[in-house]
């Protein structure tokens, strides 16, 4: 199996999962609510455990660092996430949103893995099965509750939902490895991944009573698989890694 | 300023004095029950604030399944609970006449330790 193209599908994976993690955990004692708070913190240390699995598997199958290091000594050009992570958590309509797209998301992409050739990432996905589906369960618990709410909710939700779709679309860009992930049966592809997402939301986007954006292929947001960032990412290292660079050498 | 816990409402001095009327539209709460496994009973471990029982199964679910073993949970409208009013807890008051009902009323120990000896028995 080539070697380069399951690390780099691995660590593009990881550091989604890492860097939206450490976003919703930005909620956690201002959340809008006792209840969610406590839900939203426990499903972001839930995204920030898959990544650490992830960096396990690189660490024992490929000889990479360490997760501790892996996660918070490389710097910002290092990086494989994706933009749509990186953004601010904003309001909470915004952070629902991108928690709505990007866990179901997320939850087909290791329902591919669970079919993966590579043996580690197939029973990484068995494994975390049910933690995903807790996570898809309250997205779309509260995507249909808001969009049907008031007015405000509604529009909020469907504004949101406007402004998150160019840089969700960006998610599904393409390793330089695609076509040996395919044909080494690793992983179908971010084309085949993108077309279940689309089939799997878009009823419960309308069971919310929004609408689905329509964007030009030109706007969706790419550029973070090829180490390409916003604005936004430097500064979230920094504040992610402020205690280990502290002192980076320190036993935990 | 609305309060920003959707469980507050706080008075809007200005519009009361205006006559306004204010109504109370907070979010209710859920009673929570816990199973441990499959068969087993389930147990009241709480409440929840939730706009639907929906949204109450997913918030009890981190706020009471997070540690542990839990194989299920219920969730249970407050306002359906039926119960006792407090002034008539006396209702629950056992007579001290009726001690028989209590297992301890029957000093048995002495006659089984007696029938094992009688029959050479230990315990």
Known sequence: MNQEAIKDLILSTADDLLIIGHRNSEWTGIGPMLEEDLAFSSMSQDKIGQAQALYQILHDSFGAKTPDILAFQRYEKEFKSCQFVELPIGDYDFSLVRHFLFDYAQQIRFELFAKSSFQPLAQLAKKIKGEIKYHTLHADTFLKQLGNGTEESHARMQSALNYAWPFALGMFEKSDYESELISEGVFEGEDALKALWVAKITPIITAANLTVPTIDESNIVYGGRQFYHSQYLQPLLVEMTEVTQLDPSAEW | ?123
Do not use: C
């Open chain 2, 1 to 123: 300023m609305n309060s920003l816990d959707p469980r507050v409402e706080r008075l809007d001095l200005k519009k009361a004095e205006e006559g306004e009327v204010h109504t109370n539209s907070h979010l209710i709460t859920y009673e929570v029950f816990h199973q441990e496994k499959r068969g087993k009973q389930v147990i009241h471990v709480g409440i929840v604030h939730a706009s639907s029982p929906e949204m109450a199964l997913i918030l009890a679910k981190e706020q009471y399944a997070r540690r542990g073993k839990t194989t299920n949970l219920w969730v249970v409208k407050t306002s359906d609970v039926f119960t006792f009013s407090s002034e008539d807890e006396d209702i629950f008051e056992t007579v001290p006449e009726k001690t028989f009902r209590d297992p301890a009323f029957y000093k048995v120990r002495d006659r089984i330790e007696a029938f094992q000896k009688r029959n050479n028995l230990t315990v």
